[in-house]
């Protein structure tokens, strides 16, 4: 008896683990002939790859139908990109197809892959290189055949957003021999005449037709202009090395003439309104500093040195009326007190004595005799009365004793 037992589960797990870890199966081109096509309801496309020899069986899932530019039939020989892995719910391995080609674009495809990978390593499409495309371009080159879908779409793009706008056309060659020259020299030839933005490309076709932006050369014809350059090659889901160089991808010519065209009138309309807005906002600011300048009239008018002066000068002879007031009363109220002293100096003074009937008696010394031991017999005084002075001797003292 087996000492190891698995169950369905671990083995198909590690089948797939196998085929996980074999870098081969993960990156495959498969060719064969489309059988059993389904296309689910849920997007997903189921079908197998047969040859003489076998059947695989596919499926795209509905992310990654970008890789698919046309509707798969039965007994198409194609070529599918993709992975092979197992699936573990019934034990069967498929191919989860990533890209699928017509078997006839095979090689050109292979070649396709090799340029872009060759160029991506030298960093041709890194987007640190990648110039802005101008907002209001007045030139725009366009290198495209001269006739054909894709310069009248671009004509009628540009004459509808701005019939202002400037074309200038390098009417190159854009299949065939001598293809991939024509579109590199008319990109040389646009530069010189220093447009804003150039718009690369043509219209739809089969990857024979668009081969031309396919080429290294148209590549680093882009890459080295120093205009800002728009590829617009086929339709939505064609895709070449040209729209990776170039600086911005449009999906179809009139696309890029949506983008390389700025839109004449809603130009016009904005700036009506930013000029409406302007007035407004200009208005509302002049409205203001008048109100401002007004304020800062009626300030000046109130700071200015004259009214200044004036308040000063009603200051000054406000405060002068108030002094004098004051000085007039405090004069009236000094003349009272000094006729108040007048009052009682007079009634102090030895002239109203005299008056009265008093007399001033002084020594020969000049001073008032109180006392009869002042003087002495014979001594000269002199006798003040209300009209006058008498001079007098003394001839007799006589002391009188009083109580």
Request: aromatic residues 8%; glycine residues 8%; proline residues 3%.
């Amino acid at each position: 008896m087996a000492r190891n037992v698995y169950s369905v589960k671990q083995v198909n797990a590690y089948i797939k683990n196998m085929f996980a870890q074999d870098y081969m199966l993960d990156c495959i081109y498969v060719k064969g002939e489309v059988s059993n096509c389904k296309y689910h309801t849920s997007g997903h496309i189921y079908f197998s790859l047969k040859d003489e020899s076998g059947t695989i069986a596919c499926v795209m899932f509905a992310g990654q139908r970008g890789g698919l530019s046309f509707r798969m039939r039965e007994g198409q020989q194609v070529i599918a990109l993709g992975s092979v892995a197992v699936y573990e719910r019934n034990g069967t391995y498929q191919l989860y197809a990533r890209e699928i080609r017509q078997d006839g674009e095979g090689t050109l495809y292979e070649r396709f892959q090799l340029l872009k990978q060759e160029l991506s390593e030298m960093g041709m499409f890194a987007p640190e290189y990648k110039k802005p495309i101008p907002a209001f371009a007045r030139q725009i080159g366009i290198v495209t055949a001269p006739t054909g879908a894709a310069i009248r779409d671009i004509m009628n793009i540009a004459k509808r957003r701005n019939p202002y706008i400037q074309l200038i056309l390098y009417p190159a060659l854009v299949q065939g021999e001598g293809a991939k020259e024509s579109i590199a020299k008319g990109i040389r030839e646009l530069e010189k005449v220093a447009v804003d933005v150039i718009i690369v490309g043509r219209g739809g076709g089969s990857i024979e037709d668009l081969w031309a932006f396919n080429e290294e050369e148209v590549a680093r014809a882009i890459f080295n202009c120093q205009v800002p350059i728009i590829s617009a090659v086929g339709h939505e889901t064609d895709t070449t090395i040209a729209d990776y160089a170039a600086d911005l991808r449009a999906p179809t010519p009139s696309a890029a003439a949506e983008l390389a065209v700025y839109e004449y009138k809603k130009l016009a309309d904005m700036m009506e309104e930013y000029h409406l807005r302007m007035s407004r906002l200009l208005t509302h600011k002049i409205q203001s500093d008048r109100l401002k300048l007004k304020g800062y009239e009626t300030k000046l008018k109130y700071l200015h040195p004259k009214s200044l002066l004036r308040d000063y000068r009603q200051r000054a002879a406000e405060c002068e009326d108030g002094l004098r007031l004051l000085m007039e009363g405090s004069i009236k109220e000094a003349r009272h007190k000094l006729s108040l002293y007048i009052e009682i100096i007079k009634g102090l003074s030895p002239l109203k004595k005299l008056n009265q009937g008093y007399s001033y008696v002084q020594g020969s010394d000049g001073l008032a005799l109180k006392s009869i031991r002042q003087v002495k017999t014979d001594d000269e005084i002199k006798v003040y009365v209300t009209d006058g002075e008498i001079l007098a001797v003394v001839r007799e003292k006589k002391e009188e004793q009083r109580v």
